[in-house]
């Protein structure tokens, strides 16, 4: 069987993916929502934009006559993953999800633990401090009710709005990073609190390992929960997942 894979990006495991199914001849399309200004070039041909909810998707795998569809997207995407999970049941169309497995606390971690980005709004109601808030620049303005704290934001691209707090510093990387440099920006920052998504993987993990290193507490945003699905780990395991489903991966 000849696939035509929908890969819906917006990780290093998508491109990942995408550069190992150019590589065995797969063809397919790379999907990206276009929050980012320069995403990351891809082997495959890529498309950018929303499909227009449920609907949108499932009109849009019936009339590219997509095979299979990767979720690839990052673990706080969970509405693109609801669409892609009830899309895909509707129109017929094998669906995996290739994920990372959160982090999980390790001797010497300092984490408080909250369910969303609300509970992180909630823990910095308090006196000010010098924050590290690693929660991408979608998010900024959440955080406005505490404009008392130092922030150092470290993003993809420029915010597009002025952050809602007077004292912060801005940082454009797109990463990885490595422990080292990250310990060494909070102590040039005087960071007291570091606030993280718990996005799995080790493109951003630096953080985590520099505040254990600095005995500094972390405010964890728990991912959203999603009904259950067929997750795979690793590359590997979706091409295990293509050859079993009948598709040709020879080139
Ligand atoms: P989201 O809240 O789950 O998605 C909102 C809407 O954006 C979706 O309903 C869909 O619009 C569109 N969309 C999302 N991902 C898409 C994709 N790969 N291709 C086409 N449309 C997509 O997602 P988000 O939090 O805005 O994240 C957007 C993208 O940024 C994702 O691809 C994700 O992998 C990446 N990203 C997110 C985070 C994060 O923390 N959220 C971090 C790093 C990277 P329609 O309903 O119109 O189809």
């Known amino acids: 069987m000849r696939a035509n894979l929908l890969i819906l990006a917006g990780t290093t495991e998508a491109t990942a993916f995408?550069?190992?199914?150019?590589?065995?001849?797969?063809?397919?399309?790379v999907s990206f929502a276009g929050r980012v200004?320069?995403?990351k070039r891809q082997p495959l041909p890529q498309r950018i934009g929303g499909f227009g909810g449920i609907d949108g998707l499932v009109e849009h795998l019936?009339?590219?006559k997509i095979t299979h569809v990767i979720d690839a997207t990052h673990p706080f995407a969970a509405q693109m993953s609801r669409n892609a999970m009830a899309a895909c049941a509707e129109?017929?169309?094998?669906?995996?999800?290739?994920?990372r497995k959160p982090w999980t606390a390790q001797d010497g971690d300092r984490w408080t633990h909250v369910p969303d980005i609300a509970g992180a709004v909630d823990v910095l109601d308090q006196p000010a401090k010098r924050v590290m808030l690693a929660v991408g620049r979608m998010h900024l303005a959440e955080f406005a009710p505490n404009p008392q704290h130092f922030y150092l934001l470290r993003?993809?691209?420029?915010?597009?709005?002025?952050?809602?707090?007077?004292?912060?510093?801005?940082?454009?990387?797109r990463g990885p990073f490595t422990e080292a440099d990250d310990l060494a920006l909070m102590q040039e920052h005087r960071i007291d609190l570091v606030v993280s998504k718990n996005a799995g993987g080790t493109g951003a993990y630096a953080k985590i390992a520099a505040a254990r290193a600095?005995?500094?507490?972390?405010?964890?945003?728990d991912r959203p929960?999603?009904?259950?699905?067929?997750?795979?780990?690793?590359?590997?395991?979706?091409?295990?997942?293509l050859h079993h489903s009948g598709v040709d991966l020879g080139v």
């Not at 129109?91 to 994920?99: H, I, R, Y």
């Open 37 to 39: 200004d320069r995403p």
């Open 155 to 173: 993003l993809v691209d420029p915010p597009k709005d002025p952050p809602p707090f007077p004292d912060h510093h801005v940082l454009v990387s």
């Open 18 to 29: 995408a550069n190992a199914a150019a590589e065995v001849g797969l063809a397919g399309t």
């Open 225 to 241: 929960s999603l009904p259950e699905r067929r997750e795979a780990h690793s590359v590997a395991e979706v091409m295990d997942w």
């Open 214 to 221: 600095l005995g500094l507490p972390v405010t964890m945003i």
């Open 91 to 99: 129109a017929g169309v094998p669906l995996l999800a290739l994920t």
């Open 62 to 64: 019936r009339a590219k």
